[in-house]
């Protein structure tokens, strides 16, 4: 996701929202996410009014809401600055991320601990040519068997790599299929119960994965 800027370009914090008047003038609305709705805090004349009033309202939430685990914490080249009040995909908080190279990015939670976002993007152009030589002889059809066979990840609550599970508003549980091959990442769809999902990922990895490894070895 890109950073949103103002009209002279500078970076807009999160939260905060800009409008331009009739008569030429600017405004800035601040917005704060709890208990996943966005609430209007006001509008005003500037962003440090703005920021001021957002930062005051969160103040006033429980630490829940406003979740500062990840706050000051290093994921690869980047340093997570705070919470913003935008959600991916899958549901998870989205941080405000500072690269070392100086540009503000925003990466979730849980492509932050997964390790799937490391920079604001910077880190594939600076691989040396030679480098990126080495790398691709490891690879072939565009992906390593090391990769599609490694165990699964410590953050994964279903116990199986490939299936995560949701909890729905109505307290109900879903299994979700993911499976990345290629560089490419196949959802395989939603079930309800884990018998469902795990049939699904042995379909799946019957199609996208155990020909990439039978390449491999040949």
């Excluded at 800027?5 to 405004?27: C, F, M, S, V, Y």
């Excluded at 949701?166 to 307290?171: M, R």
């Excluded at 939603?190 to 390449?215: N, Y």
Aim: proline content about 3%; overall charge positive.
């Amino acid at each position: 996701m890109k950073v949103r800027l103002d009209h002279i370009g500078n970076p807009l914090p999160a939260g905060i929202n800009e409008r331009q008047l009739k008569t030429g003038g600017w405004r800035y609305e601040a917005i704060v996410y709890s208990d996943g709705k966005s609430k209007r805090v006001g509008t005003f004349d500037s962003i440090t009014e703005a920021k001021t009033a957002r930062d005051k309202e969160l103040g006033t939430k429980p630490r829940k809401t406003w979740n500062a685990q990840l706050s000051g914490q290093r994921f690869g080249y980047g340093v997570a600055l705070h919470q913003t009040q935008y959600r991916a995909s899958d549901g998870s908080a989205m941080w405000q991320m500072l690269c070392s190279c100086g540009t503000y990015y925003l990466a979730s939670s849980n492509n932050l601990k997964t390790g799937r976002v490391v920079s604001c993007g910077h880190f594939k152009k600076t691989i040396k040519p030679e480098m990126q030589v080495e790398i691709d002889k490891m690879r072939k059809n565009g992906t390593t068997t090391a990769l599609l066979t490694r165990k699964r990840p410590s953050t994964n609550k279903s116990g199986v790599k490939g299936i995560s599970v949701v909890k729905l508003k109505n307290g109900e549980t879903r299994y979700l299929v993911n499976i990345t091959a290629k560089g490419q990442r196949h959802y395989l769809g939603r079930f309800e119960t884990m018998v469902k999902a795990q049939e699904a990922l042995r379909l799946g990895r019957k199609q996208f994965v155990d020909p990439i490894i039978k390449s491999q070895k040949e």
